[in-house]
């Protein structure tokens, strides 16, 4: 089970719990504003700590409230792509990029700068310094950021709601071609229907009455023939 | 340049660069130190610290080379220790010129350095976690560069609050020629002696332009933080 989470958060003066398994591919976590999903995520990557449960991704344990294990953000090699992309403004797009590259062991590196910048459509903007960048550049060097820093998994928050609907496209694209191509899983918060039909293999639903699981649709959906000769060659292929 | 002062004026001069240089030099790990205690500590007491800091930027100065004298004199605690183990004697030395305005510049550093530490977007260290950064490579990384320039500005406002400072360093450490006499005591000593205008307005122009170089890089240095924070050029 690439997802397996049974936890129990407290925000504030809100309770939040959520339980669910999902397969392989891309896991949408959908539900009103308020209803926790970034703070699900939140605990998923670390940073937060949950009051009970336990979170495991794939074979490893990342959280486990009955022997007391909560590992570091930086132990989870989760790929975190934010709602803001908070890319670092000191420094440029190429060292953004390489900000975690640099930090990951070689071992765990599957895949290179050039490699990624071809892949995201971000090679000309390697110099640039990122106030100069559009939203949809920046969610891309984001999102290249977290693919480089050899990341087992992908979390994804609302990735797209800062872009105007040119943008989202192109966005969209990418990340299906990560679900795909990359086969990596990801967990993908959104509150837009829309996004979820198209993208999601297993939407999670968390709501007051709890969390409910159910397939997804997958509206973009072509024969996978027909998907292969419009993509280019499969980036490096790996097995999280 | 040089034939604009005497011998005795240049020593003034370089004894103030030395005093405020060995003072801000000091407090900058203090400072900092205090600074992110205040910013992103949270523990019992924290207002009462804050106030403590505070302190010597409205107490008389006077007062505040007073309470030196009681703690760091001959007879004071630690002065006392601090002669006895390293020999380093405060009282009529410049050291004792450059710990006074260490104190006085304290406040003001903390402040500048707290402010910047505030400014951090805290969402950006979280973001350097999940890219595999420990808490300290995040501290070096990301934090430290974003708060470097109100670092700076505080190294400035501290070293121009040091060359100004007056009241604890002529109570503390005393006025004493080529040790503690620094420009400010300078030319109030030199105001005692009539007929000695001239000594007065050239080492306030001194003084003047000294602080007005401060003023200028301190404000350089915030406005292009702020540019920076703005998204416009740098």
């Known amino acids: 089970m690439p997802f397996d989470v049974d936890i129990a958060l407290q925000r504030g003066s809100a309770h939040i719990a959520a339980r669910f398994q999902v397969g392989p591919g891309l896991t949408a976590l959908f539900g009103t504003s308020g209803a926790g999903k970034t703070s699900v995520l939140n605990a998923v990557a670390g940073l937060i700590r949950p009051q009970s449960g336990r979170i495991a991704v794939g074979e490893e344990v990342l959280y486990d409230g009955a022997t007391r294990l909560h590992l570091a953000p930086e132990k989870r090699a989760c790929g975190y792509v934010f709602q803001d992309s908070r890319l670092f403004p000191h420094k440029t797009v190429r060292d953004n990029l390489l900000f975690g590259w640099k930090l990951a062991p070689a071992a765990r590196r599957w895949m290179a700068l050039e490699e990624a910048s071809e892949f995201l459509g971000i090679a000309h903007l390697l110099k640039r310094m990122p106030r100069t960048l559009s939203g949809g550049e920046m969610q891309r060097v984001a999102i290249g950021r977290a693919l480089l820093s050899g990341p087992r998994f992908l979390l994804m928050d609302e990735p797209l709601s800062s872009l105007d609907e040119e943008r989202r496209g192109g966005v969209m694209q990418v990340i299906e071609r990560i679900r795909d191509e990359l086969a990596l899983p990801i967990l993908y918060v959104s509150h837009d229907r829309r996004e979820v039909d198209r993208l999601a293999d297993h939407v999670v639903t968390l709501g007051p009455e709890g969390t409910r699981v159910m397939p997804g649709i997958r509206t973009s959906d072509a024969p996978a023939a027909r998907r292969a000769a419009l993509r280019p060659v499969p980036s490096t292929p790996h097995n999280p | ?234």
């Open chain 2, 1 to 234: 340049m040089a034939g604009l002062l005497s011998p005795e004026e240049w020593q003034v001069v370089v004894l103030s660069l030395k005093v405020s240089g060995v003072a801000i030099l000091i407090d900058l790990p203090l400072a900092f130190a205090l600074a992110w205690l205040l910013a992103r500590g949270r523990f019992p007491g924290k207002v009462l610290l804050d106030a403590i800091v505070h302190l010597p930027l409205v107490l008389p100065p006077v007062v505040t080379g007073w309470m030196l004298l009681l703690a760091f004199g001959s007879n004071g605690p630690v002065g006392r220790f601090l002669l006895d183990t390293f020999g380093l004697g405060l009282i009529f030395r410049w050291t004792g010129a450059a710990l006074a305005a260490a104190i006085m510049a304290l406040p003001l550093m903390v402040r500048a350095i707290r402010l910047s530490l505030e400014e951090v977007d805290r969402r950006l260290e979280s973001a350097a976690r999940t890219l595999g950064a420990g808490p300290w490579r995040t501290f070096a990384s990301v934090t430290l560069p974003l708060a470097l320039p109100g670092v700076m500005a505080a190294l400035v406002l501290g070293f121009a609050r040091s060359i100004g400072e007056f009241g604890a360093t002529i109570t503390f450490a005393s006025n004493i020629p080529g040790e503690t006499r620094t420009l400010p005591l300078a030319i109030y000593t030199a105001l005692q002696i009539p007929g000695s205008e001239g000594d007065v307005a050239r080492l306030a122009i001194i003084s003047v332009l000294l602080s007005l170089a401060a003023l200028v890089i301190s404000e350089t240095l915030t406005r292009r933080s702020g540019q920076r924070k703005a998204g416009h050029a740098l």
